[in-house]
């Protein structure tokens, strides 16, 4: 036998075992089977051999594999709901064997009806496949700044594929009131807060709108602009792109969870305190999708240190004297006039994690805006974020549905007091509003006017029923001590319209619940750079200087 034949049996094996390994991946074979390459390579067979092995397993999650794609987690959810159904049915509605199934892919029992539905299903699916992917993606320098920021490549292809699929179904559905009037759901989201452009002016309304009310207040406000960031073991990769040491595993889901239990504790301080405060919450993410907070506040100038301090003290509790967190971990900036004003101070954190609007470079990853700022929508929806918040002030539900009212004058019975809010709320003058409403820091139960809720059709006096067949109570109106105004008169069906795709008409009972359009195609070149420094371009099979078209 020649030196030659051992290697050549190794070569014959080594080729079946990854082929048998890769089998077992859907979406991510291409970029596994590339980076498996590179590895060996690199770091030679048992190194290599061993990241696929790992890799792979970790994407194997009960019966799934979390890189299916749409198509095979939409065939799952319906033979998942339809076994629920077989199981409830066969036991007489008793529901111990669907809770454990529900367990392995662990999920609690939902309110009853949904373990049947296949929407319910796909919704669930979808998250876990998603965050299980991007997780792993994460963990492995595919998401940083010199790779692809906030999210991967993969995840980000994920997402616009599902933003393009919602467009679909919503050109392909119309909704028709009881006055005849039809609209396609496309047409009906590009004129509501879904809009981007819409949404964020009227974030900006408001914040301004706060300012206003402060500088007009007797009070003595002053506007705070507080940065609280996560400890570093929650932080995956340093704007180097390398590796954190001391990063523990910890997803954007979890860090969220974290400066969210921060809050919860710090403000539940403040407020045995007495401190008083009003504003805005931003939640965006770092390069690696490591999530942190920006909070303008306007508080009390004799509540500020308080407010300040305490923020601060929460802030550090968890790991607070490791190296670099007193420079990163808690910032706190007072507004002045030099520096201009409030609203304008964070207009950039606004429109840079809406769509890009006016910010010109995204200076956290060193590219244009208005491509990021789709990254971030796509972090913000993969990992199920919420990226703004208003803290205390009147309540902006009120304020929409006085809007909607006064769209509709001739069906509205003035009055004096819902005429103070009324027509602030019109005008889109939130300080306005905000003052008719009691002002910034008025208690909840102080205010003039709340949100009117009815569980029966205004119309038919019928019991609202949701899809699950459920009493749903839904909005009506506006109510206040003295007066009832009425905003939704008209009743709303979806039905498939004149230019139908298949995909919309298997989608007519979940039309309410879809995402609004991306506005424009996006182009990226990412130029993808490992943790090591090794550039996308140098993969074996790799091209160089190649680019990812998203739009075709």
Known sequence: ????????RFLVDQRDWQEKTLYRLHGLRDLFEKRHAWRVERDGWAVANDELRRAVESLQFAEISLDFDDDQIRRLAAGKAAQCEKMITARDGDLSKVEAMLAVYGLELPKPGRESCP???????????????????????????????????????????QQRRNQSILEGLEAVNDDGEAFTLAELAAVNVSNPEIRRGELMTRMRGFEEWAEQDAGQWVPMFY????????????????RNRKYAGFTPREGADYLQSLWSRARA???????????????????????????????????????????????????????????????????????????????????????????????????????????????????????????????????????RAANNPDRVHMTDQLRLILEPADSGDWCEYTRAMGGAVAAREARPAWVKYETRNLKTWEE?????????????????????VISRFREWKIREGSRVSKLAGLAVAGARDLMARVERPVRLNPSFVFADGVRFGELPGAPPGATLDLCQ
């Open 1 to 8: 036998m020649t030196a030659a034949a051992p290697m050549a």
């Open 119 to 161: 929407k319910w299903w796909r919704g669930q699916l979808r998250k876990i496949c998603r965050r299980g992917c991007e997780a792993l993606l994460r963990d492995l320098g595919y998401t940083h700044k010199r790779a692809g920021a906030y999210v991967s490549e993969y995840t980000l292809r994920q997402w616009i594929g």
């Open 227 to 242: 940065t609280i960031t996560t400890p570093s073991k929650y932080h995956a990769r340093g704007t180097d792109g390398k």
């Open 269 to 403: 301080a403040v407020h045995r305190q007495g401190v008083q405060y009003f504003g805005f919450r931003i939640a965006e993410p770092h390069h690696d999708g490591t999530p942190h907070w920006h909070l303008l506040l306007f508080v009390l100038a004799d509540h500020k240190g308080t407010l300040t301090d305490t923020l601060r003290d929460y802030a550090f509790k968890e790991d607070g004297s490791e190296p670099g967190a007193e420079k990163h971990r808690f910032e706190a900036v007072e507004i002045t006039e030099e520096a201009g004003t409030a609203a304008g101070y964070v207009a950039k954190y606004v429109s840079k994690n809406i769509d890009g609007f006016g910010v010109g470079e995204d200076l956290e990853v060193g590219d244009f805006a208005a491509i990021t700022a789709a990254r971030v929508r796509a972090w913000s929806s993969v990992w199920g974020i919420r990226q703004f918040q208003q803290l205390a002030g009147p309540g902006v539900t009120v304020w929409r549905e006085l809007r």
């Open 464 to 484: 609202n029923r949701g899809r699950y067949g459920e009493p749903v109570r839904r909005v009506v109106g506006v109510m206040g001590r003295a007066f009832l």
